[in-house]
């Protein structure tokens, strides 16, 4: 096998397949980046402020 010329081997099949059904790795990465980014906001994020006490009962 002689190598390509941009030193990356193509895959013709996986590429008709990905030009048929999208890239489901590349979207996989994307679900990946923005759940963990929405998670990063979830774990930081310093929830409502606290009601001031009440002292009803004086």
């Known amino acids: 096998m002689t190598p ?3 030193g990356i081997d193509r895959l ?3 590429e008709s397949l990905i030009r048929e059904l999208g890239d489901a790795v ?3 990465r994307v679900v ?3 759940t963990q ?4 906001l ?3 994020w310093p929830g409502p402020p606290h009601p001031e ?3 009803d009962h004086m």
């Open 4 to 6: 390509s010329p941009t």
């Open 12 to 14: 013709p099949v996986y």
């Open 26 to 28: 590349a979207e996989a």
């Open 32 to 34: 990946a980046e923005q």
């Open 37 to 40: 980014h929405h998670m990063t």
């Open 42 to 44: 979830a774990l930081t």
């Open 53 to 55: 006490p009440r002292f």
